[in-house]
T-cell receptor
Framework: GDSVTQMEGPVTLSEEACLTI???????????LFWYVQYPGEGLQLLLK?????DKGSNKGFEATYRKETTSFHLEKGSVQVSDSAVYFC????????????FGKGTLLTVNP | DADVTQTPRNRITKTGKRIMLECSQT?????MYWYRQDPGLGLRLIYY???????NKGEISDGYSVSRQAQAKFSLSLESAIPNQTALYFC?????????????FGPGTRLTVL
């Protein structure tokens, strides 16, 4: 079945540091890949997505590239801000699972001023 | 107003009590989902519904039931709550089509079973 493995946290960075959160996946088909973000006290919201190999999703300064050869979708940001402190979830969906989302366990990011 | 709302936002109950968590959406989506979130375990799917007449079990449906009263409403029930059902519960919606797999989440219900 489908699975997502993401970097365990917590991750603590200083403001303006570079961020990478690793995510790899296993899927039987050709999944779409997502990063969701959960700010404190809120539900999840879509951060970015990519639907085919070599696509790059981007939003709010975050980027992730769909790498089929390494089955990865790592989240990156060049300069984090305190407001980026949140839990980040990597997820996938594909036709084989009727487009239900499979989530990783989440990575807590704390950015200090 | 929020597109996906959940009530209550917080609930403390006792072992053995029946609890209902409600979800309403104004997005007009056919698909609705219930998840639970536990620290270190991510989100796990409890039940999902692709339309009013279609209800499906997720990976952890034991101890839970659902009702899809209308396109806009999807309720989750715990018939006899137990302490290991203490968790954060999320409702989500999605719409078939080009954005088929983008889900929109409610703010969550924090449930504590004593």
């Amino acid at each position: 079945g489908d699975s997502v493995t993401q970097m365990e946290g917590p991750v603590t960075l200083s403001e303006e540091a570079c961020l990478t959160i690793n995510c790899t996946y296993t899927a039987t088909g050709y999944p779409s890949l997502f990063w969701y973000v959960q700010y404190p006290g809120e539900g999840l919201q879509l951060l970015l997505k990519a639907t085919k190999a070599d696509d790059k999703g981007s939003n709010k300064g975050f980027e992730a590239t769909y790498r089929k050869e390494t089955t990865s979708f790592h989240l990156e940001k060049g300069s984090v801000q305190v407001s980026d402190s949140a839990v980040y979830f990597c997820a996938l969906s594909d036709a084989g699972s009727n487009y239900k989302l499979t989530f990783g366990k989440g990575t807590l990011l704390t950015v200090n001023p | 107003d929020a597109d996906v709302t959940q009530t209550p936002r917080n609930r403390i109950t006792k072992t053995g009590k029946r609890i209902m968590l409600e979800c309403s959406q104004t997005k007009g989506h056919d698909r609705m989902y219930w998840y639970r979130q536990d620290p270190g375990l991510g989100l796990r799917l409890i039940y999902y519904s692709f339309d009013v007449k279609d209800i499906n079990k997720g990976e952890i449906s034991d101890g839970y039931s659902v009702s899809r009263q209308a396109q806009a409403k999807f309720s989750l029930s715990l018939e006899s709550a137990i302490p290991n059902q203490t968790a954060l519960y999320f409702c989500a919606t999605s719409e078939p089509g080009q954005g088929l797999d983008t889900q929109y989440f409610g703010p969550g219900t924090r449930l504590t079973v004593l």
